[in-house]
């Protein structure tokens, strides 16, 4: 039995499979629409996300398999006290496999320790959100037709932002990939992305403060939101948030094919004027968030 | 010059910065063993200047020392048989430690699912980093 705890818990050749059986699922959904009948879905649900704990569900019933689970801490047995450790081990009883969300990180690979079903990391606080980067990855696949020759921008909240740390860490196993950061100095990278995962692996990468400057070289633009729920400080949170804005006159300065994404919810860090053109796929990245949950789904489950 | 006797059976820990044995003593629970325990700070040294000597009388397989190899693996530890050196153990950085350091960030899963060891992985032997298993916070000397 297997679990996703980590984006790196798959080699390249597993990510190649899964992403070709995603891929397969958009073309021909009505081959997959019966194939998880019976089976059921546990979303387990700690802290709120509407997208994510929708996109699982949506990705199970598109199988023909059901869902249950809760959507807060409070509405769990956790506000009663109850531990990960023995949250897991009922839902076992109950479901075939289950998404689990949890503010502390780490939680997932605690309950991955004791469960009897395969667990999917679903986002752990600040550390882990593999079905993000499977999308992301699924994302620019599609689009851009590979996930190697690329020079990816990252922008916004670079430091607290697990998607970007993530992502990095994906992209770095395909060939020829260069990054640029674009941030404030207080949201930049930390050292150990810089120097275990980038300098270690000879990976070529520079740090900006102007989207402007650098807008024209990308092949992607990754945008991020500034996090509230991420600073213990209201007044740093207040500073930071509006620093970075995407708007049309930026989106002028960038290749035709540069494709802009993010992994949502957005604040105002693009401007809606941005939405209607046709290199912002933010909203088709949703739709091939479900794609890449189904084929996970049927690959931990066994079933592809 | 205090002398201190040899022992018959047990560890000579040699090598120890100078300052660092009482934090040693209390890492390897030599406190919670009914053995002969002799501290020796501020030893001269010809290498150090100065250095820290731990002897522990008990029965050789009673200490896990694994332990040490993360705390100071520059530490020399002599096993003491029959009142004789039998080995010198060579230290190495332990791949795993469990429930000697805890986790410190706030944001861990350790931080409140109080029954869970508390487990550090070594990911760097090079720079010598540890980080926790589960949130992979790296490890600071001030975690001890």
């Known amino acids: 039995m297997r679990h996703l705890m980590s984006p790196l818990d798959f080699s390249v050749d597993e990510l190649d499979r899964l992403l070709d059986l995603a891929g397969d699922i958009r073309q021909n959904p009505e081959k997959y629409a019966h194939i998880c009948d019976g089976k059921i879905l546990a979303t387990c649900f700690y802290e709120p996300s509407t997208r994510t704990r929708l996109s699982f569900e949506s990705a199970m019933m598109h199988l023909g398999g059901k869902v249950l689970g809760f959507a807060s801490a409070s509405s769990s047995s956790a506000a009663k006290g109850e531990s990960v450790s023995d949250t897991i081990r009922m839902i076992s009883c109950y479901a075939d496999i289950c998404a689990m969300r949890h503010p502390k990180e780490g939680a997932p690979m605690v309950a991955a320790s004791k469960s009897t079903i395969p667990v999917i990391n679903a986002g752990d606080g600040g550390h882990q959100h593999p079905t993000q980067t499977l999308t992301d990855l699924l994302t620019i696949r599609s689009l851009k037709g590979r996930l190697d020759h690329l020079t990816i921008g990252l922008c916004g909240d670079l430091k607290f932002g697990r998607t970007v740390h993530s992502l990095i860490n994906a992209l770095i196993r395909y060939p020829d990939i260069s990054f640029t950061f674009i941030s404030p100095e207080e949201l930049r990278i930390p050292n150990y992305i810089r120097e275990d995962v980038l300098e270690k692996n000879h990976i070529p990468f520079k740090e900006v403060i102007r989207l402007e400057d650098v807008i024209a070289d990308l092949d992607l633009l990754y945008m991020t939101r500034v996090q509230r729920e991420r600073f213990f400080n209201e007044e740093d949170y207040v500073r930071l948030k509006d620093f970075y804005i995407l708007n049309k006159a930026k989106m002028e300065l960038a290749r035709k094919d540069m494709l802009v994404l993010h992994p949502l919810p957005r604040v105002n860090e693009i401007s809606t004027e941005v939405d209607n053109d046709p290199r912002a796929v933010y909203f088709k990245q949703v739709q091939f968030g479900v794609y890449v949950r189904m084929a996970l789904i049927l690959t931990l489950l066994e079933l592809a | 010059m205090l002398n201190v006797g040899k022992i018959e059976e047990g560890f000579v820990l040699d090598h120890i910065h100078a300052g660092k044995s009482l934090s040693i003593y209390h890492d390897l629970k030599l406190n919670q ?112």
């Open chain 2, 33 to 144: 063993l009914d053995c002969t325990v002799a501290i020796i700070k501020n030893a001269r040294s010809n290498k150090m200047g100065k250095k820290d000597i731990l002897k522990v009388e008990c029965d050789i397989n009673m200490l896990d020392l694994d332990i040490l190899g993360f705390i100071d693996h520059n530490i020399t530890v002599n096993v003491i048989k029959d009142g004789v050196i039998v080995e010198k153990k060579t230290l190495v950085l332990p791949k795993e430690i469990r429930n000697v350091i805890k986790c410190n960030n706030p944001r861990c899963i350790t931080s409140i699912e109080q029954e869970l060891t508390h487990v550090f992985i070594l990911t760097d032997p090079e720079k010598e980093i540890y980080r926790c298993k589960y949130c992979e916070e790296q490890y600071s000397e001030h975690d001890l």
